[in-house]
C-alpha cells in the first residue's frame, strides 16, 4: 500500500511537471529600433516558442502605459510585428509576452530601450463600416488634403469610391462613397480642379471612370470608357479649356494592348481618343504630366507577351499627335507600373519598379535621351515620386519582406539621401493593384497616404502620415 501512495505521488508530480513546461518559452527580447520621433509608429518584432508545438499569442508592453491587443495566432517560433506611436519624448522600455491557445501564458521577455524625440511629425487613421483605404491625395485650397481610395464590402471584390477631407492637420472634415455598381472601383489619381472641385479617375470592372464633384463632394457627373483590361494605374490632369486629357490601357480588336489617350470635355464627353503602340505588342499607360511646350509626357510600358519588359515614354503635342516615343530596358514590372515627373529644368524623370524589385530612376531630356539611370532602394515596390523643393525627389513605396510602407528621398541626381520605413501597415495580403502615394509638404516635409488596420484590428483605415520637413 505504502509503495502504491508512493506510485501515486510520482504520477502526480509528473503531471504536474507536465502541466507546468506547458506554458511558451520567454518571448525574444523585441527587435526595433533603438530611436526615433513621438508621432511616428515603429514596429517591433518578437517570437515564442511552444513546447506542444500549439500556436502563440503575443502582446507587448510599450513602456508608456499602453498595452498592445493580443496579436492573432501564429505558428510556433513564428515572428509576430506590431507596431506604436509614443506622443510624448522619453525613454521607453519594450517587452513582449506570450501565450497559447491553452490559456498558457509565458514571463515577460527582456526590455528592448528606445528614445523617443520630439518632432512636428503627424499620423491619422479614420474610416467608417467598410475597409476604407487611401490610395491618392492632393492638397485642397484650404490647405487641407483630399483622399480617394476603394472602401471595400466583405469580400475584396466589390467596393465603392471613398473620398475624405481632412484640414491642414489630418483631421478628418468630412467622406463621402459613391457606389457606382460595377464591382471591384479603385480610385487612381484625384485632382483638384479649378472650379475648387475635385476629379477621380480609375479602374472599374476593366473600364476607366471618371468621377467629377463638386468641393464639398458632391457628385456633379461620372462617365465610364469600355477598355476591356484591367487598368493597373491611370492618371489625368486638367487641359487649358478646363477639360481633362486621360491615359490608361485599351485592348484592340487583335487583342493588342495599346496605350489610350482619352480628351473630354468639362462635362466628360469625348472630344477625341488616341490609341498608341505597335502590333503585337502590349503597351500599357499610367502617368501623364502637362510639359513646358503645351504637350504631354506619358509614361507606360510594353512588352511581347509579357517578356523583356521596356520602359515606354511618349511625347504627344495639345492634340494628341505623337511627337516621338522611346523604349528603355529597364526591366520594368508592368504589374507596379510607373509614374513620370517633369523637372525644374524642362527635362523627365520616371520611376518605375523592377521585376527584381528595386526601386528606380531614370533621367530623360527633353527629347528623351536619357541623363541618368539609377537604384534608389533595392527590395521595395514603387508607388509615387514627386520632385522635392532642393530638386531631389521623395518616392513612395513599400519595403522588405514585410511590405512596410516607405518614403525615399534622392538627391538631384537620384542618389539616396535617405528612406524611412514606416510601420503599422495593413496585415492583409499586398497585391499588386493596391497602393499609396505622397506629395510633398509646405515645410519640405512629406504626405503620404496609405492604409492600415494596425489600430483597427478589425477593418482598414486610411492611414495619413506627415512627416516633418527635414528628416534624415
Given at each position: 500500500?505504502?509503495?502504491?501512495i508512493l506510485?501515486?505521488?510520482a504520477?502526480?508530480l509528473?503531471?504536474?511537471a507536465c502541466?507546468?513546461?506547458e506554458?511558451?518559452?520567454i518571448?525574444?527580447r523585441?527587435l ?10 515603429y514596429?517591433?518584432r ?11 499569442a ?12 493580443w ?16 506622443h ?10 506570450a501565450?497559447?491557445k ?11 530601450r ?9 499620423v491619422?487613421t479614420f474610416g467608417?463600416e467598410?475597409?476604407?483605404r ?5 492638397r485642397?485650397?484650404?490647405?487641407g ?9 466583405y469580400p475584396y ?7 475624405a477631407?481632412t ?19 479603385i ?14 479617375c480609375?479602374e ?7 468621377l ?12 465610364t ?11 489625368l ?5 478646363r ?5 490608361g ?16 470635355n ?12 505597335q502590333?503585337?505588342?502590349?503597351e500599357f ?7 513646358h511646350?503645351?504637350g ?6 510594353c ?6 519588359t521596356?520602359l515606354m515614354i ?7 499627335d ?8 529597364c ?15 524642362g ?14 530612376l ?6 528623351g ?8 532602394l ?8 514627386t ?11 513599400i ?11 534622392t ?18 495580403m499586398?497585391s ?7 506629395l ?33
Amino acid at each position: 500500500m505504502k509503495l502504491r501512495i508512493l506510485g501515486t505521488y510520482a504520477v502526480c508530480l509528473i503531471f504536474i511537471a507536465c502541466q507546468l513546461s506547458e506554458k511558451p518559452q520567454i518571448p525574444l527580447r523585441p527587435l526595433g529600433p533603438d530611436s526615433g520621433l513621438t508621432n511616428i509608429p515603429y514596429n517591433f518584432r518578437s517570437s515564442s516558442v511552444d513546447s506542444n508545438n500549439d500556436s502563440i499569442a503575443i502582446q507587448f508592453d510599450w513602456g508608456d502605459g499602453n498595452f498592445s491587443y493580443w496579436s492573432r495566432w501564429y505558428r510556433s517560433g513564428e515572428t509576430i510585428t506590431m507596431s506604436h506611436i509614443w506622443h510624448s519624448p522619453g525613454t521607453y522600455f519594450v517587452k513582449a509576452l506570450a501565450k497559447n491557445k491553452d490559456g498558457k501564458y509565458s514571463d515577460w521577455s527582456e526590455e528592448h530601450r528606445i528614445i523617443i524625440l520630439p518632432s512636428q511629425s503627424w499620423v491619422k487613421t479614420f474610416g467608417g463600416e467598410y475597409n476604407e483605404r487611401g490610395y491618392a491625395i492632393e492638397r485642397t485650397l484650404d490647405n487641407g488634403f483630399i483622399i480617394a481610395g476603394p472602401a471595400y464590402y466583405y469580400p475584396y471584390t466589390v467596393s465603392a469610391i471613398y473620398l475624405a477631407k481632412t484640414d491642414a492637420l489630418g483631421n478628418l472634415q468630412w467622406a463621402r462613397y459613391y457606389d457606382l455598381d460595377q464591382g471591384e472601383i479603385i480610385p487612381h489619381t484625384i485632382k483638384l480642379t479649378s472650379d475648387g472641385g475635385y476629379i477621380i479617375c480609375g479602374e472599374a470592372n476593366n473600364n476607366i471612370f471618371v468621377l467629377k464633384t463638386d468641393v464639398n463632394g458632391n457628385p456633379l457627373w461620372e462617365q465610364t470608357f469600355t477598355a476591356n483590361i484591367f487598368q493597373q494605374r491611370n492618371e489625368l490632369v486638367e487641359t487649358p479649356d478646363r477639360g481633362f486629357i486621360l491615359v490608361g490601357t485599351k485592348r484592340g480588336l487583335s487583342d493588342d494592348l495599346n496605350i489610350w489617350l482619352i480628351k473630354i470635355n468639362s462635362s466628360g464627353n469625348i472630344q477625341w481618343q488616341k490609341t498608341l503602340g505597335q502590333p503585337n505588342i502590349n503597351e500599357f499607360g499610367y502617368s501623364i504630366k502637362p510639359t513646358h511646350d503645351g504637350g504631354y509626357i506619358l509614361a507606360g510600358s510594353c512588352s511581347q507577351y509579357y517578356f523583356n519588359t521596356y520602359l515606354m515614354i511618349v511625347k504627344v503635342n495639345s492634340s494628341g499627335d505623337l511627337i516621338w516615343s522611346r523604349y528603355y530596358l529597364c526591366d520594368i514590372d508592368y504589374l507596379s507600373s510607373c509614374q513620370i515627373v517633369t523637372t525644374f529644368d524642362g527635362n523627365f524623370v520616371c520611376a518605375y519598379s523592377t521585376t527584381d524589385e528595386q526601386i528606380a530612376l531614370i533621367k530623360l531630356t527633353a527629347n528623351g535621351e536619357v541623363v541618368w539611370q539609377k537604384t534608389a532602394l533595392t527590395n521595395g515596390i514603387f508607388w509615387s515620386a514627386t520632385e522635392t523643393s532642393d530638386h531631389g525627389y521623395y518616392i513612395s513605396g513599400i519595403w522588405g519582406d514585410d511590405e512596410f510602407p516607405c518614403i525615399v528621398k534622392t538627391n538631384v541626381n537620384g542618389d539616396l539621401e535617405w528612406f524611412l520605413p514606416i510601420g503599422a501597415f495593413s496585415s492583409a495580403m499586398i497585391s499588386s493593384d493596391e497602393h499609396g502615394a505622397g506629395l510633398q509638404f509646405d515645410d519640405g516635409g512629406y504626405v503620404l497616404v496609405c492604409w492600415t488596420d494596425a489600430f483597427n484590428n478589425e477593418n482598414d483605415d486610411v492611414y495619413l502620415i506627415k512627416l516633418a520637413g527635414g528628416k534624415k
